[in-house]
């Protein structure tokens, strides 16, 4: 069976993206995160910097926005919020990427734009906020006095973006294969254990349909 889409939602300062980053390499496969980012601005012709606010921002109404900007002058694709367009690219390329083949993607839904792939392989990182805290104090830069205010609003963001998409719950452990805690297994605990677990799926075109289980 070939390697799966391996998708990673993670709680902010979870290392997610570093875990993904160690499995790609350990599978032999690409990586995205905020690469993602950069092919939707290149699509969009717009500078990364004017993306990155808008990219995990709450969906707006498209009838409610092209209401309020109702200008003859402009075109429906205008009248779209950023945020929008953003996502729908985002999408767009998500999917791309995974017919082209196996690859890791951070973030973005991905797990659920994927949710009919059957090579898909869903998992969710999380761990201690007192962990987290010093994670993001030394991977980001994050200083003490921002962190009380940085690691909610980002965590709230996230899930905000994931429930409203999906219409599901972030933290629901059943939208995800794998759940793993990297306070306790580790960055290179966590990414041993997916690559584990991607080894021991089973080749989805085998599945039989009308197997009992007992």
């Given at each position: 069976?070939?390697?799966?889409?391996?998708?990673?939602?993670?709680?902010?300062?979870s290392?997610?993206?570093?875990v993904?980053?160690?499995?790609?390499k350990?599978l032999?496969?690409?990586?995205?995160?905020h690469?993602?980012?950069?092919?939707?601005?290149?699509?969009?012709?717009?500078?990364?910097s004017?993306?990155?606010?808008?990219?995990?921002?709450?969906?707006?109404?498209?009838?409610?926005?092209?209401?309020?900007n109702?200008?003859?002058?402009?075109?429906?694709?205008?009248?779209?919020?950023?945020?929008?367009?953003?996502?729908?690219?985002?999408t767009?390329?998500?999917?791309?990427?995974?017919?082209?083949?196996s690859c890791?993607?951070?973030?973005?839904?991905a797990?659920?734009?994927l949710?009919?792939d059957p090579h898909?392989?869903?998992t969710?990182?999380?761990?201690?906020r007192?962990?987290?805290?010093?994670y993001?104090?030394?991977?980001?830069?994050?200083?003490?006095?921002?962190?009380?205010?940085?690691l909610?609003?980002?965590?709230?963001?996230?899930?905000?973006?994931?429930?409203?998409?999906?219409g599901?719950?972030?933290?629901?452990?059943?939208?995800?294969?794998l759940?793993l805690?990297?306070?306790?297994?580790?960055?290179?605990?966590?990414?041993?254990?997916?690559?584990?677990?991607?080894?021991?799926?089973?080749?989805?075109?085998?599945?039989?349909?009308?197997?009992?289980?007992?």
């Amino acid at each position: 069976m070939k390697h799966p889409i391996i998708t990673i939602e993670r709680e902010y300062g979870s290392g997610g993206s570093i875990v993904g980053k160690h499995v790609a390499k350990e599978l032999g496969i690409p990586f995205y995160n905020h690469e993602i980012l950069d092919m939707a601005a290149e699509r969009l012709q717009v500078p990364v910097s004017k993306l990155e606010g808008a990219e995990e921002s709450s969906p707006k109404s498209f009838l409610y926005a092209l209401l309020i900007n109702s200008n003859p002058a402009r075109t429906m694709e205008d009248n779209i919020p950023v945020s929008d367009k953003l996502y729908i690219t985002e999408t767009q390329i998500i999917r791309e990427l995974a017919e082209q083949g196996s690859c890791v993607i951070v973030g973005r839904c991905a797990n659920w734009i994927l949710r009919d792939d059957p090579h898909r392989f869903s998992t969710f990182l999380y761990a201690p906020r007192s962990w987290r805290i010093k994670y993001a104090m030394q991977t980001y830069g994050v200083t003490e006095k921002e962190i009380d205010t940085v690691l909610p609003r980002i965590d709230s963001r996230r899930e905000k973006f994931y429930n409203i998409n999906t219409g599901g719950n972030w933290y629901d452990k059943l939208n995800y294969g794998l759940c793993l805690n990297t306070g306790v297994l580790g960055i290179e605990g966590c990414a041993d254990l997916i690559v584990r677990a991607v080894g021991s799926l089973p080749d989805p075109s085998m599945a039989d349909p009308d197997a009992k289980f007992e």
